[in-house]
């Protein structure tokens, strides 16, 4: 059973950071590409940033310096380091990775999410 379980989340005012962290657990065989990923209320969820096993990284605009992503593929983890924050990044984020075990090929896993709320 693979697990995602991210940590993180909270309240800052515009301005500020924030740094999420996911960690996969579970009988892991490997990883590819590991990610966050938003839903803010009444809005579609929407990639935020994405890394593949190589380290190559892609962002959506809205993002794009302000937010870095990265990974330490020793732990499993992936983190995304938010700076600048505007209140329009205030979502639910969730962490996705792709992941294989000895049991089953790479599917997609999904953390359970974690909120960010940012205050103007």
């Known amino acids: 059973q693979v697990q995602l379980v991210e940590s993180g989340g909270g309240l800052v005012q515009a301005g500020g950071s924030l740094r999420l962290s996911c960690a996969a657990s579970g009988i892991i065989f490997s990883i590819n590409a590991m990610g966050w990923y938003r839903q803010a209320p009444g809005k579609q969820r929407e990639m935020v940033a994405t890394i593949t096993s190589g380290g190559s990284t892609d962002y959506v605009d809205s993002v794009k310096g302000r937010f870095t992503i990265s990974r330490d593929n020793a732990k499993n983890a992936v983190y995304l380091q938010m700076n600048s924050l505007k209140p329009e990044d205030t979502a639910v984020y969730s962490c996705?990775?792709?992941?294989?075990?000895?049991?089953?090929?790479?599917?997609?896993?999904w953390g359970q999410g974690t909120q960010v709320t940012v205050s103007s």
């Open positions: 996705n990775a792709r992941i294989a075990t000895v049991f089953k090929g790479h599917s997609d896993y």
